[in-house]
């Protein structure tokens, strides 16, 4: 493969160079992510369903690309940009509150690692790298429906 081709894959895989940030890299993706998520909802959760389908989709396969394939380095945040989205799913409209209790239960899970986030942690795979982001989303989409339940926010 060209090495450019290789290069614009990494660039996608570190979250359009959000992972090379010199600190929490991680972090960095899920404010691309909530960024995203943020410009997709006014136009429908159709419209942020979409954007998770396609930086899943895409992750998956620039993580294929790059010449350490088995491995989840650090700068590799395309994971948190499509699992940050998912619990965007959960609000209505775009809210300061609703995104930073997204953006938190998003982080506290992904961090964290419950069950069964650190099952597809375990994998080293692509599937593994993507798969414990989608299921902290998961997750955090889960807790933002129960809290929306019980609270009046």
Do not use: N
């Not at 614009?8 to 600190?23: D, L, S, Y």
């Not at 998003?106 to 599937?127: H, N, Q, T």
Request: aromatic share 10%; hydrophobic share 60%; with cysteine.
């Amino acid at each position: 493969m060209a090495a450019t081709t290789i290069a614009a894959w990494r660039f996608i895989a570190a979250g359009f160079g959000a992972g090379w940030a010199p600190k929490a890299p991680g972090t960095f993706g899920s404010l691309v992510g909530l960024a995203i998520g943020c410009l997709l909802l006014p136009a429908g959760h159709l419209a942020v369903l979409a954007g998770i389908i396609a930086a899943t989709a895409l992750g998956l396969h620039a993580i294929r690309q790059l010449p350490q394939a088995g491995e989840d380095p650090g700068w590799v945040v395309i994971d948190e940009i499509a699992g940050q989205m998912i619990p965007l799913l959960a609000l209505r409209t775009v809210s300061i509150p609703g995104a930073l209790l997204a953006f938190a239960l998003f982080r506290l899970f992904d961090i964290w690692k419950p069950w069964p986030v650190s099952w597809a942690d375990r994998r080293k795979d692509e599937f593994g790298i993507m798969g414990d982001d989608i299921i902290a989303g998961l997750l955090a989409l889960a807790a933002l429906f129960i809290l929306y339940r019980i609270l009046p926010l």
